[in-house]
């Protein structure tokens, strides 16, 4: 039975890394990730969890700790927002080529500057290629059971990469909502032990972990990164089929909201999507044939997928929560466009770049997204694609 | 109580205006309701003017933005009234609950011939009678529960004084004045 309760997003993941128990969590506090680590540090004094907890001195070191405790053999995990996740990157990189599967929790934030401690996804953006697996994430439901899921995928043979679950900072991280959390016993089961078939700390196989890897070998290296980043999809669809089988919650690579008979509808992730599903009922209620594809699995990509999913449709919003600043439209416009486009399959759409910042997005700017879409379906014309949703316009 | 009902409250940081829809939240929660409870953060300080949201439900929640058009609202600090537009997008069918000792006349001039139920309580009295101290939230969380018919008084009471346990652990002696709080301003929070 799954147990009621009410969490916030931040508690959810910090409920999920205690039922887990990694061997080493090494993290730096940075808001709004700040009270993952902040809980996590109280089971580990409690004696609720046997962790190793680090308490690093800047998020360089949280991943750089991480690294080293995956590469020894041992479970690792880290959560944070924005810079933190900036001040990572270079280690971020280093911890998918050694096919190290680390957990992370990000909590989404504006990357400065300047600066700003809201939601946005800049942060998640800017590391889309890095080789991590990422999995996007509603509400504190989806952040507590994606994380449950995250070890199994990361650690599976054939995928071996490290994991990101991302979640909006405070419009979940720190808002209170009803959740089912799943018994202590039963998530030890599911996740499983941690048994990598190589690493440091094995005196029966010396290896090393990292070498210089120069033109003889490092394109195959990364082809092999390539290749695991694919394989990737169908191991998550496995393990989803394993948790619902657990918990009784369904999870595919993206949520299917209302669109088997829609004709317009708006692709998103995280908080905005839940929004969405509000305005989609409304609209509903009005006969207005509105949908949804909220995005769960952003990295590998669902390109074949999505491109099936949204080809009957006869307009559709793309919904980007971090300004590319690229005069090309936002990561999530481009991969589906790009995806649509090789599968030869054309449907309208256009991109709204929102919620920069933490700009709240009401649920009338959802509304208006649906009533541009009807615009697009009558008059066959989309006029500018790159648009902006929530913007202040210039006052005189 | 609505299927769904919203809640906005205007505090001052530093009185407990998150603590008090997180509570609400709880106490929501635990008599079977789905629940939101969230503060808007920005640069807050000790005494800068705060919001805090609830959202309660008999289904579950999708929608994930603030609150425009509230249901009720709950004013902490009736110093906030002149400054902060606290009616703003206020259902006239809803409530305005105000922790204030002003005339009738002082709140409707104030308030901007705010059409909805306008309701009072003294919290700086209920807390300084059972608290000692000024503490607005306890009683300002009471007058909420009441105007908004959210639960009865006595699974309001129950409920509580599980979570004062919970929230007290440390100080388990200001657990009774807490009580006391709730139960006085349930009897206090008055129609205007």
Redesign the interface.
Known sequence: MSIRERLSGNEAVATAMKQINPDVVAAFPITPSTEIPQYFSTFVANGSVDTEFVAVESEHSAMSACIGAEAAGARAMTATSANGLSLMWEMIYIASSLRLPIVLSLVNRAVSGPLNIHCDHSDAMGVRDSGWIMLFSENNQEAYDNLLMANRIAEHKDVLLPIMVCQDGFITSHSIENIELEEDEKVKEFVGTYKPNHYLLNKEEPIAIGPLDLQSYLFEHKAAQAQAMRNAKNVILEVSKDFEKMAGRKYGLFEEYKLEDAEIAIVCMNSTAGTTKFVVDKLRENGIKAGLLKIRVFRPFPTIEIANALSKLKAVAILDRADPLNNAGGALFEDITSAMYTQNIHVPMVNYIYGIGGRDTKSTDIESVYSDLQKIVETGNIDNPYRYLGLRKEEN | MNDLIEIRWHGRGGQGAKTAS?LL??AA?NTGN??????E?GPERMGAPITAYNRISKK???????I?EPDYVVVVDDTLLESVDVTAGLKTTGAIVINTTKSADYLKTVLKGYSGNIYTIDARKVSMETLGKYFPNTPMLAAIVKVANIMSDEELLNDMKGSFKHKFAKKPEVIEGNMKALELALKEVKKV
């Open positions: 997180l939240a709880d929660f789905y629940i939101q409870g969230f503060p953060y579950p929640i999708t929608i994930h933005t603030n425009y």
